[in-house]
Nanobody
Framework: QVQLVESGGGLVQAGDSLRLSCAAS????????MGWFRQAPGKEREFVAA????????YYTDSVKGRFTISRENAKNTMYLQMNSLKPEDTAVYYC?????????????????WGQGTQVTVSS
């Protein structure tokens, strides 16, 4: 059974930075892509970023391009999301997710395993 645990969320001011981490266990981490999603109050869960199994390919939603960076350390079974220049509209619960195969989905339907989420709140 795959387990995903996020950490690193918190309350920050606009323009600040945060780094989220996702620790994975239960299967060979380096074989699978990984992704980050977020869900703001009253809104649907949305794709934020995804990374291939080697880390060589990354994908971002337009609203975070140039501000967020997804990365992974396969030796530590951990994925990261570095978030810079945070805006109030980035406020949401952030989830890490893992798909059932090596493919890199950019929609929630492509992911099978989910973490419990970590709250990110950006004040103006």
């Amino acid at each position: 059974q795959v387990q995903l645990v996020e950490s690193g969320g918190g309350l920050v001011q606009a323009g600040d930075s945060l780094r989220l981490s996702c620790a994975a266990s239960g299967r060979t981490f380096s074989v699978y892509a990984m992704g980050w999603f977020r869900q703001a109050p009253g809104k649907e869960r949305e794709f934020v970023a995804a990374i291939s199994r080697s880390g060589g390919s990354t994908y971002y939603t337009d609203s975070v391009k140039g501000r967020f960076t997804i990365s992974r350390e396969n030796a530590k079974n951990t994925m990261y999301l570095q978030m810079n220049s945070l805006k109030p509209e980035d406020t949401a619960v952030y989830y890490c997710a893992a798909p059932p195969s090596w493919e890199v989905p950019t929609t929630s339907e492509g992911y099978r395993y989910w973490g419990q989420g970590t709250q990110v709140t950006v004040s103006s």
